[in-house]
């Protein structure tokens, strides 16, 4: 199955690493732009977008700790500006369920 994601910009939290790394380079290959969320991981992050770049792919990092609201409005305000979502990945273990996914349209 082929999916386009070519204009869309997806926000995947704990993109830096394991599961997330690979959703995020899944999207960029599918033509999205990525926005790789971390909380810590700034090295990884940058490695993960060195190789959507590698593979013609555009991404960005953004630090975020996803549990603290002020800082997941601060990444939404982020992924916004770059443009319309549909496909947030979220990674993340600590965060309320379902609360980035309310506030990423």
């Known amino acids: 199955m082929d999916i386009t994601l070519t204009g869309r910009v997806a ?6 690493r394991g599961i997330g790394r690979a959703i995020a ?3 960029a290959r599918a033509g999205a ?8 991981q700034h090295e990884r992050a940058k490695e993960t977008l060195t190789a959507i770049e590698a593979a013609g792919g555009h991404g960005f990092a953004h630090q975020a700790d996803v549990s603290d609201r ?3 409005e601060a990444l939404v305000g982020a992924r916004r500006a770059r443009g319309p979502a549909r496909y947030p ?5 600590d965060q309320p369920r379902g ?5 990423v349209r």
């Open 89 to 93: 990945g979220e990674q993340c273990g």
């Open 33 to 40: 732009t990525v926005c790789v969320n971390y909380r810590q």
């Open 99 to 103: 609360s980035l996914r309310r506030d």
């Open 11 to 16: 926000l995947v939290t704990g993109g830096s």
């Open 70 to 72: 002020a800082q997941t």
């Open 25 to 27: 380079l899944a999207m």
